[in-house]
């Protein structure tokens, strides 16, 4: 008996297919796929949503002193010449950062395995770097999934069958969070 269903797909394929479906299901909450890879990918979501429950209030707050540029009414550094030259002014500011405990790193770091990185397009703007944001997925796991799912012991996905493919009769189902 296999460990895993191999999806006609050779390994780099995949898991990167995997990886993938983990990651637009984290973002979104839900996929229509399959039902061998919802399954998969369900063997490879459980787990995270597990992890970011158990570690969600693994971490303390620490203030820190961080220097930042001073910026004028425009929004620009201000500079000011010392010994000839153009130096940029800072000042000290006072932040809130929250620090990981060892095991939340290491948390942190398991689910960075898996999930790729998210840059969200606004859907009326031109695609430009400007307008793009990056989203966090692994705070979005530990701030939200962590919390939701932290008095439930497993079971954190859904499998609903809805159809047939038409080209090659594949069920085809809804995998999402609960």
């Given at each position: 008996?296999a460990?895993y269903?191999?999806?006609g ?5 995949r ?18 796929t ?16 597990a ?9 303390e ?8 540029p ?5 929004g620009?550094?201000v ?13 000290t500011?006072?932040?809130?950062i929250?620090?990981?405990s060892p095991?939340?790193l290491?948390?942190?770091?398991q ?6 990185p998210?840059v969200e ?16 997925l ?11 799912y932290?008095d ?13 493919r ?13």
């Amino acid at each position: 008996m296999a460990e895993y269903r191999k999806l006609g797909k050779k390994t780099k394929l995949r898991r990167a297919l995997l990886r993938n479906q983990a990651t637009q299901l984290i973002y979104k909450g839900r996929i229509v796929t399959t039902e061998a890879r919802a399954k998969e990918v369900q063997r490879v979501v459980e787990p995270l949503i597990a992890l970011a429950a158990k570690e969600k209030d693994n971490f303390e707050e620490v203030t820190v002193q961080a220097k930042t540029p001073k910026k004028d009414a425009n929004g620009k550094r201000v500079k000011e010449v010392v010994d000839g030259k153009k130096k940029t002014v800072y000042e000290t500011v006072e932040k809130k950062i929250t620090k990981d405990s060892p095991s939340r790193l290491h948390a942190r770091r398991q689910m960075l395995k898996v999930l790729y990185p998210v840059v969200e397009v606004p859907a009326g703007a031109k695609a430009t770097k400007k307008n793009t944001k990056k989203v966090d997925l692994v705070a979005k796991m530990f701030n939200e999934y962590g919390k939701k799912y932290a008095d439930r012991k497993g079971g954190y996905t859904r499998i609903v069958k809805i159809a047939q493919r038409k080209g090659d009769a594949a069920l085809m189902v809804v995998l999402e969070l609960v």
